[in-house]
């Protein structure tokens, strides 16, 4: 299983990104999707998750301004992030748990700076 993550890029405050992270390899059912980020120097945190049956989770840094959602025909899971803020700035990683495991993406830089 690899998954590849895209959508980063440089944003000014107030703006809006969409990350997009899709699995490719063999048949599977993926149970809980999400994002994480990490910036330079401290430990990866949890920005959002969203289980099979939809349910969601937020840190509250991005509660009412990041939207998490998937495709399961796509086997893809997205970050629609508003209002972007200059703490928003770190590397986002996606993850997928497949089976009792946990599969990480390559990470994708946002930056939001003006």
């Known amino acids: 299983v690899q998954l590849q993550a895209s959508g980063g890029g440089l944003v000014q405050p107030g703006g809006s990104l969409r990350l997009s992270c899709a699995a490719s390899?063999?048949?599977?059912?993926?149970?809980?999707m999400g994002w994480y980020r990490q910036v330079s120097g401290k430990q990866r945190a949890l920005v959002a998750t969203?289980?099979?049956?939809?349910?969601?989770k937020y840190a509250d840094s991005v509660k009412g301004r990041f939207t998490i959602s998937r495709d399961n025909a796509k086997n893809t899971v997205y970050l629609q992030m508003n209002s972007l803020k200059p703490e928003d700035t770190a590397v986002y990683y996606c993850?997928?748990?497949?089976?009792?495991?946990?599969?990480w993406g390559q990470g994708t830089q946002v930056t939001v700076s003006s």
């Open positions: 993850l997928m748990g497949i089976v009792g495991s946990t599969y």
């Open positions: 969203i289980t099979s049956g939809g349910s969601t």
């Open positions: 390899g063999s048949a599977f059912s993926i149970d809980v």
